[in-house]
């Protein structure tokens, strides 16, 4: 529930002990480097082109390899494996080959084209017994290979018996598109006058290519090449998929190589003379006693030094919660960390959030699933709070929903009547589910909603100036907190106070609310001078009454959502049960299950999405707004990094 205190450190070494020194900083993870000021400059070329290659060959080799293998990757892998794995894995070869199938598969596939290409050239001429590589012309005639719309064939014909009649006009095919495909041989003093009657009727030249075979003879052998071209393309596939055994030592030697990066980075930012070496960072002040020792260890002349920061100097920052409220540091961190003197607003908003998050679904069913969606992967993976803050935050979140949705009567969109009556029972608002109290379906229940937002919002928004005005209280501005943030709660406590104040005491709940606002106008006008003050505070009364208003009512979003998903469930629902009716029994039930199953699946989905947005969005303009600033810096220590 606290930003961790951190230090700024120095660690001095003799220069032998550099790799000794960045293995053991490395295996304990505690620092988080800063470059000193004369970083040392290295040419990285070859190295990230190494690096490239694996990236390229882990890429490629995920697209070929079973289940079995992908699963073997998700585990967690000891060090010792990992270096094994770097020294005895042939990166080398499999890179190679896996760029020999590359260009393999490019001149294939180019090939492929071309081979396509060229049918559709050739489609409309197979039939034509002529090798295509022969001269088109003669002493006395020239080829010519033409479509033409078929309705004017006929036209044609009787054009050329009249005009030309030593010219020979051949039909080769029908083309789908309505065409006919025709070589005419034409003596060459009468070609104007075809091209004149042919040109006239649609004729278009065609381009045939330059083979030395007949166009059928080309189109088959084409079909052949192809047929040897794709099946090149599989079997290369499937020596990718041999390969692909070899994915697991790869991505092994892909955080090797990450390693070795961050070990670098390091050396690179050491300050070193002849003789030492200096490195810079920051740490948590609680781990430094304890650093110390195995530095010892390691060797007694390595020093621990606190260090002062640079002017400047922005503090990392790291968050310690407890586990409930470790999984909220993911909505935290949408928003930005804070600064290292800010308090830690995690634990502040995780149980508005989880809250708003549930009454924005009001849907117990909903909830049941994405607790159990969300449940089970966590079963499956066994990944820690610390590893899957969303996934348990959503886990949390279905849970609560669940429970705070059963009041409600949210139950996928059904009515009680809809069910069996096991299931419901009989109150002077009608029937409703067991354990159901209000029903969003009538005025009541929404009213109470309504009534539930504004006051969530009320309390949301009044706690957040509290905390606005214990961090400054706690930091030393004490007047200001009692002015600016505290009248604030002692003008609502005077408006509750006039609200329950019994009868004999209404004349003094009034008193006491008018002094309340006279003290407030007083306190807001803070920090002007005192002849102007109650002007300045009556500007920002009025600025602090109108903003209450406008952010108070954003809360009503939390009864926006919460009805909408009613009503898309209901809706989904219905559809289902007429889309039904419009089948016979037997194919009405499949259809009925496939549409429940389906919208309610995207339902799910888009109203869970919507109800972490809505509810974040209250966090981080409503309530962050009244004390919290963001943008702190993350710590990031040197370790040994568990992905690459």
Known sequence: ??????????????????????????????????????????????????????????????????????????????????????????????????????????????????????????????NLNANLQESNESENTIRIFGTLPSKNEKILHDSMTQSTKRSVLEKVSQTPD????????????????????????????????NVNATPGQSYEEAIMEEKKLTEALSRNALKRKKLSVELPNLLKVQLFMHWLDQKQEVRESMASTESTITLLGWMSAS????????????NPAIALIKVKPDEGEETPVLLKNNKLVAPFESVTGLYGLPLSHEMDPTAALSPFFILYFSLCLTDAGYGAIIAIIFGSYLLKTRKSIQEAKLP??????????????????????????????????????????????????????????????LALGVTHLFFGMFLAGQHKW?????????????TAHLLLGSIIFLVVAPEGLGDIAKYVLYGSIAIMIWGKGYGSKWYVRPLMGLIGTMNFVIGMISNGLSYLRILALGLVTGAIAAAINQVAVEMGKLFPIWLAIPVIVIIFLGGHTVSIALNTLGSFIHSGRLQFIEFFSQFFEGGGKEFSPFRRSTSS
């Open 1 to 126: 529930m606290v930003i961790v205190q951190m230090q700024k450190v120095g660690i001095i070494a003799h220069s032998s002990l550099r790799e000794d020194l960045i293995t053991m900083l490395h295996d304990e993870g505690v620092i988080d480097v800063r470059a000193a000021a004369q970083k040392l400059q290295v040419d990285h070329t070859e190295v990230e082109y190494k690096e490239a290659e694996v990236a390229f060959a882990a890429t490629v080799l995920k697209d070929f390899a079973d289940k079995q293998t992908l699963a073997v990757c998700d585990k967690k892998v000891a060090v010792e494996e990992t270096v094994h794995a770097a020294k005895h894995t042939d990166v080398k070869g499999i890179v190679t080959a896996l760029h020999q199938l590359e260009k393999e598969d490019t001149e294939s596939t180019r090939r492929i084209q071309e081979l396509a290409d060229l049918r559709e050239e050739l489609a409309h001429w197979k």
């Open 178 to 209: 309505g065409d006919t495909a025709f070589v005419a041989i034409i003596w060459k003093e009468d070609l104007r006058t075809f091209e004149e009657i042919a040109t006239g009727l649609g004729w278009t030249n065609s381009a045939l290519p």
């Open 287 to 298: 781990r430094m006693q304890e650093l110390e020792k195995k530095l010892e260890k390691l």
């Open 392 to 453: 348990w935050l959503l886990f949390f979140g279905g849970i609560m929903t669940f429970l705070v949705s059963i009041p409600f009567g949210g139950w996928f969109g059904l009515t009680p009547e809809q069910l069996p009556a096991m299931f419901s029972r009989q109150t002077a608002e009608g029937l409703m589910f067991k354990g159901q109290i209000w029903n969003l379906g009538k005025q009541s229940g929404i009213d109470f909603l309504q009534n539930l937002s």
């Open 474 to 486: 706690i930091h030393g501005k004490k007047a200001e907190a009692l002015w600016v943030d505290f």
